[in-house]
């Protein structure tokens, strides 16, 4: 997946070695980057062969659906689905720490992330490399964010084709980082105009938007845990 | 001899008050809904002159749909819901035990606040 994460515990001994096995099948099997992966070969048109690919590309267009199409794996003209399964492979990590009975943890990938316990989280700020713009108390939540300041533009309207206006950074919070995380994509992808209106309805999750104007919108159920 | 005398038309204005009623749709699945809409029309005749303008004075929801838990959440209108601040930066991050949304890539990793905080913590 090309980048770091980084597991934290608190107290507890964790099964780190199988957390980051998990990982490295995941990135084996899911890396568009590399031709003989089974995402590769799926785009490519052959069949999905494991049950976790099949998984993948389900939630891949329910998602789709959800998000009234600004959440596209073919976003780009050809499959890539990592920005689902990124946060899919980070939820499974947290299953396996739970199942170990790990009670305070987080596991943080790329800055997207599942805690266990409270944790106090900063936000990136999206024009000050060395500050944050928000502090999240979070328990037990998964929290993702999308912007523009880590890759360039790399998020693209897809009914447009072109890189959206007016967001400079989207934070999803709720109970599940892959839903979370591809919502965080659709809000960053639909611009200014049209994501404070669909963050304001989402139901399980919510959302901190910071705009170009320098305005900070967040629903009142950002960073709350889940019920 | 000519006379000029300057002839001020008369200016008739005539406002009045319509409540129109629209037909019960189907919101997707979530129900019927029927808007109402107030329109006071002004007719401004001068001379031969008409002049007439409608403005919407309310927009009125009689039959929306809330018979689920989603529905009244969605009637609710939605920008007010969301709370504006400006944004701040907050530059101190001793008292901060995550980072999130910071780095997409190895590269950038390393001058990342999150690699800070765990250089800071010597892990």
Request: net charge neutral; hydrophobic share 40%; with cysteine.
């Amino acid at each position: 997946m090309g980048m770091p994460i980084v597991v934290e515990v608190r107290g507890d001994d964790a099964p780190f070695d199988e957390v980051f096995d998990w990982f490295r099948w995941v990135d084996a099997t899911f890396s568009t980057y590399r031709p003989e992966s089974e995402i590769s070969r799926v785009a490519r048109g052959e069949p999905p062969v494991s049950p976790e690919a099949r998984e993948i590309l389900e939630r891949c267009d329910q998602l789709r659906a959800q998000t009234n199409g600004y959440f596209d794996a073919y976003a780009g003209g050809t499959l890539d689905p990592s920005g689902l399964v990124k946060g899919w492979a980070v939820d499974r990590a947290a299953d396996l720490l739970d199942a170990a009975g790990v009670h305070e943890y987080v596991v943080n990938a790329g800055g997207d992330m599942r805690v266990r316990g409270t944790w106090r989280v900063g936000i990136q700020h999206p024009r000050e490399r060395d500050a944050v713009a928000a502090v999240v108390e979070a328990t037990d939540l998964a929290l993702a964010t999308s912007g523009e300041y880590a890759r360039g533009r790399h998020v693209l309207d897809p009914h447009t084709g072109a890189p959206p206006l007016g967001v400079l950074s989207a934070t999803i919070s709720g109970p599940d980082l892959a839903t979370a995380d591809a919502y965080a994509t659709a809000a960053l992808a639909m611009g200014a105009s049209i994501a404070p209106h669909w963050v304001a309805r989402l139901r399980g999750y919510g959302a901190l938007l910071i705009l170009d104007d320098e305005r900070v919108l967040s629903t009142p159920s950002f960073g709350c845990a889940p019920r | 001899m000519h006379a000029t005398v300057a002839v001020t038309p008369k200016k008739h204005v005539v406002t009045t008050t319509k409540t129109v009623q629209g037909s019960q749709g189907q919101a997707d699945r979530w129900g019927t809904v029927q808007v109402t809409l107030t329109v006071k029309k002004t007719t401004t005749t001068v001379g031969r002159k008409k002049t007439v303008k409608r403005t919407i004075t309310k927009v009125a929801v009689p039959v929306y749909p809330n018979h689920t838990d989603r529905s009244v959440f969605i009637n609710q209108q939605a920008i007010p819901l969301l709370v504006q601040e400006e944004l701040q930066a907050q530059f101190n991050i001793s008292q901060l035990q995550v980072i999130g949304g910071a780095t997409d890539t190895s590269y950038a990793f390393g001058q990342s606040l999150q690699a800070a905080l765990l250089a800071a913590k010597k892990l």
